[in-house]
């Protein structure tokens, strides 16, 4: 075959295929920075960020840190948390869904009750975090489905392999044909090189939230902890010993059973 021609279809190929590859890096950046815009909105909310770290500093602990700054709950030396008198109060409500939450499952409580138990135990706070967590707007695919690339890859093979049985074949008898036949291995070793550089345009390695997760992980404390810690470390030495404890005690905030008296002996004798 003469060597114009493998060029001929060489070259082309590979110009169509960086080509295509500047226009998958363009979608993909485009991609991710809505992604991101994306999370930055939940961002905007501490208790989504707090979401993402670990106890101490998680979202539950910030939701009660809120509640005991608005003194809508109380929590003693054992880490169990009781409503106050003006959570009672309708014009005072915590203003989140999380924080109401906790109160919510407090208020559930015959007994004051830790945090770990609330987490472990209650199926109704469990439900709510369920909800606040799902509320987040739906992250962005970042790379490009790779389905719809297989069959221009096949066709992309065959024209490689057509070239490189071709250019092996090749006898150039002049300075044209010689130069004809460099640009065609250009081209075949460019379609090579093409592929590692496709994928990372197509960001096959990118995760859209990644950014922003560790921000949020690693990013400063939620600002009631902060605000709490300043005004009462105390109470966050508390809140912490609430969240590692599972039970308040041997009820485990169910009702108590008062115990039988003589006179309770007495009036069940007299009723039977």
């Not at 110009?15 to 991609?31: C, D, K, N, S």
């Not at 106050?84 to 004051?112: C, F, I, K, N, Y």
């Not at 130069?179 to 081209?187: K, V």
């Not at 010993?241 to 069940?268: C, E, F, I």
Request: glycine fraction near 8%; hydrophobic fraction near 45%.
């Amino acid at each position: 075959m003469h060597a114009y021609a493998v060029a001929s279809v060489a070259v082309p190929v590979t110009a169509a295929l960086y080509g295509l590859t500047g226009v998958v890096r363009g979608r993909a950046a485009v991609r991710h920075r809505r992604a991101l815009d994306r999370w930055a909105a939940v961002l905007d909310d501490p208790y989504q960020a707090a979401l993402e770290r670990w106890w101490p500093n998680d979202a539950v602990q910030a939701a009660a840190a809120r509640l005991l700054l608005d003194g809508l709950v109380t929590v003693n030396h054992r880490g169990n948390l009781s409503p106050a008198p003006a959570a009672a109060d309708p014009a005072r409500p915590p203003g989140h869904p999380l924080p109401e939450a906790v109160l919510a499952a407090l208020r559930r409580r015959s007994a004051p009750a830790t945090l770990g138990s609330l987490v472990l135990r209650d199926e109704g706070f469990a439900t709510a975090r369920r909800q606040f967590r799902g509320a987040r707007p739906d992250l962005l695919a970042v790379g490009e489905p790779a389905g719809a690339l297989k069959p221009g890859l096949y066709l992309v093979l065959a024209e490689m392999l057509f070239c490189a049985f071709a250019l092996m074949s090749l006898r150039p008898g002049g300075d044209a044909e010689w130069t004809a036949a460099w640009a065609a291995w250009s081209g075949l070793i460019a379609q090579i090189v093409w592929f590692p550089v496709h994928d990372r345009a197509r960001g096959v390695r990118w995760k859209a939230d990644a950014e922003a997760v560790e921000t949020a992980r690693l990013g400063p404390p939620h600002p009631a902890l902060t605000a709490l810690e300043a005004r009462d470390p105390e109470s966050v030495r508390r809140l912490r010993v609430s969240r590692l404890r599972t039970r308040r005690g041997r009820n485990r905030g169910r009702p108590r059973r008062r115990p039988r008296t003589p006179a309770d002996g007495a009036a069940a004798l007299s009723t039977g």
